[in-house]
Each structure stands twice: as structure tokens, then as C-alpha cells.
């Protein structure tokens, strides 16, 4: 989302999900919250509430987005989205198979139990009630019942949850798209709001790594195809995740990164080192058009990741799930995108 000052308090902003741009009023009327069936509902502040009280309830409130062009069903905002840094908007991109929904499962298991702690970040819930319907709908089924998810519902153009991740100086909304495959693929109408994404997450499946599927995969094609201005390099940071990584944790390199610990701190020179090694093991595998991002974009860096840790059987994980290195593609692309401030946007991806 696009963020513009305008007067107190108000602010021009740009809807990520219709594209409109509209004048945002930080008032407590027209108000809505997230019901637990997903639906919006009116929200009011009771006459007389104490300041406490009605910050709480401000909390959990929405905007519903004008959509001054009037072209999409109505949708809705939180209202605390403009209240911190400009929003960091991902876009989850890859095949249906490829395991976007379990890695972004995944992503949230491992910030629940606080492990951006060593990078210096907290995360908390930008809209408590959805992130609670994505912790029970997905993360926790994953998780703690080691059960195998469905894949993204396709024709949704919604984020599936999203953050406010904070470091010692600044707070930045961070919000997760993740569409289904098919509808990258063929840019259906629920994908306009590609054009207002400023960060991205390309998610490969290791099965597929060199297989007569990568061709066929046009998801990555279509998706840097819409963005790329037609010239020079798209400024837009990316990641590419080589997700399923157990299923060959012991070829090389893949064995000298996916047993690797969590570091305890931003390490753009293992970055770099590992995403040189990626590289190498897609462009050896005749895997090209999995690199599109690295060619296409400024800054790309390359991991290796695991949601699960180990191959499903029929419905679900029978060793437990154990998440191996899936914050690092995070990490790396807040990085980028500013979150560890100037000097490591400039260093990481480049």
C-alpha cells in the first residue's frame, strides 16, 4: 500500500487489494470488525469509553475501502494500517503444488514462538482475529496435529493474515498474499492486486527441481511479467525458496544449508553465500526458469526451506512436523525491503 501525507489525520492511501487511491480518515465512525465466520460486521466505541477502552476497541476495528472506481466487492482495511511505516505487501508466488500455504503456515508457527527474537524483531497480529483464524485454520492443523493442508482457495484476492513487525526504531504493517496458482498463472481478475505488491516470495517444490513441470509453471512469468516495467531491473525485492528442501537434504549443496541453525543475528555475507549456492543447484538441474526472479529483479536472494521437515503420507506428517529454515527468506526480505535499516537494504540481494 501506497502511503501519503495529507492533513491531520488523514492520509492519501492506495488500496492494495482494488488499486484505488483514496483520501483515509482516521476517525472512530463507519467502523467494522473481523467476525469469527470471516465476515465484517458494524463496530462501535460506546459514548464515554475511556481512552484504554477505546483503544482497545480501535484495536480490532476496520475500514471498509470507498473503491472509488467501484469495480470489486466491497473489502476492507484495517484501520491501523497507515498508523506505522509505509506497509510491506507479499505476494506469495508459485505453482498450486508448490507449497505456498504450508510455508507461510509454517512462517507463523515459527514467529509465534517468538524466533525473530535473535534478529532484534517482535511480531504481533495487525488484525487479531484474523491472524487467530489463520494460527487455528492452518498453523496449529499443521503444527501440533502434524495434519496436511488444503491448498490455496482459489479466486480469493484477500491477504491471508498479516503482522505489524516492529525493531528498536520503527513498526511496519506486513501483510501475506497468497493466491492460488491457477489464478497466477492465467492473471484472473482476482490478481489486480499484483500491481500493488513491494515484496515478493517465489516458492519452487524441490520435486520438481529440473523436471519437464518447471517449464509448464508459468506462474513466475506471469506474475514478473505484469510487474516488470519493460526495461532495466524490477525494484521490487524478491526471494526464491526452495521449499520441500528435506525431500533431497543430502545432495549437495542442499545438505550444507538445511541443517543449518537459526542464526542469531542478520548475516548478509551467509545470505550471499547461500543464495550463490541455490543458484548453482537450480542453473546445474536445467531448473532456468525458476531463476526469472534473480534475472528480472534488483534484489533477489535464494534459500533452501522446508515447511514440514519430512514427506507427507495420505493426509498427514507421521514423524511430526518440524519447520526447517523458513524464516530466512523472511528475514531476508524485510531485509530489503528496509525493516534492519538503510545499510542492509543496500547490502542483502545485491
Known amino acids: 500500500m501506497t502511503v501519503t501525507s495529507g492533513r491531520a489525520g488523514s492520509a492519501t492511501v492506495r488500496c492494495p487489494i482494488c488499486l484505488d487511491v483514496f483520501s483515509w480518515d482516521r476517525t472512530d465512525e463507519d467502523l467494522y470488525r473481523f467476525s469469527e465466520d470471516s465476515s465484517y460486521v458494524p463496530l462501535t466505541i460506546p459514548p464515554g469509553s475511556s481512552p484504554q477502552k477505546r483503544e482497545g476497541v480501535r484495536r480490532l476495528a476496520h475500514i471498509r475501502c470507498p473503491n472509488p472506481s467501484g469495480d470489486r466487492p466491497p473489502h476492507f482495511l484495517p484501520l491501523l494500517y497507515t498508523a506505522y511505516r509505509p506497509p510491506i505487501v507479499i ?22 514462538r517468538d524466533k525473530l527474537a535473535p534478529y532484534g524483531l517482535k511480531a504481533d497480529a495487525l488484525d487479531p482475529v484474523r491472524h487467530r483464524n489463520f494460527i487455528q485454520q492452518y498453523t496449529q492443523p499443521l503444527m501440533e496435529r502434524s495434519r496436511r493442508l488444503p491448498g490455496t482457495v482459489e479466486g480469493v484476492a484477500d491477504f491471508a493474515d498479516a503482522l505489524l513487525i516492529s525493531s528498536s526504531e520503527a513498526t511496519w504493517p506486513v501483510a501475506f498474499f497468497d493466491v492460488g496458482g491457477e489464478d497466477l498463472s492465467g492473471l484472473r481478475e482476482n490478481t489486480r492486486f499484483l500491481s500493488g505488491l513491494n515484496a515478493l516470495m517465489f516458492v519452487v517444490d524441490s520435486a520438481t527441481v529440473g523436471a519437464s513441470a518447471d517449464a509448464r509453471d508459468d506462474t513466475y512469468r506471469s506474475v514478473l511479467g505484469m510487474l516488470h516495467p519493460g526495461s532495466g531491473y524490477l ?22 544449508w538445511i541443517h543449518r541453525p537459526q542464526a542469531d543475528h542478520l548475516q548478509p555475507a551467509a545470505i550471499l553465500a547461500e543464495s550463490r549456492d541455490a543458484y548453482a543447484y537450480l542453473h546445474r538441474a536445467g531448473a532456468t526458469a ?61
Open 91 to 112: 505476494g506469495m508466488v508459485g505453482a498450486s503444488l508448490s507449497g505456498k500455504t504450508h510455508l507461510l503456515a509454517a512462517i507463523m508457527g515459527e514467529i509465534e
Open 235 to 256: 525494484d521490487v525485492p524478491a526471494v526464491v525458496v526452495i521449499n520441500k528442501a528435506d525431500l533431497v537434504q543430502f545432495a549437495s549443496p542442499v545438505d550444507e
Open 290 to 350: 525458476l531463476l526469472q526472479p534473480y534475472r528480472y529483479c534488483r534484489r533477489c536472494t535464494l534459500h533452501f526451506a522446508s515447511a514440514t521437515g519430512g514427506p507427507a503420507r495420505d493426509d498427514g506428517y507421521p514423524h511430526g512436523v518440524r519447520p526447517m529454515r523458513v524464516l530466512e527468506p523472511l528475514v531476508a526480505l524485510l531485509a530489503m525491503s528496509g525493516v534492519f535499516g538503510a545499510a542492509a537494504a543496500r547490502e542483502v540481494g545485491n
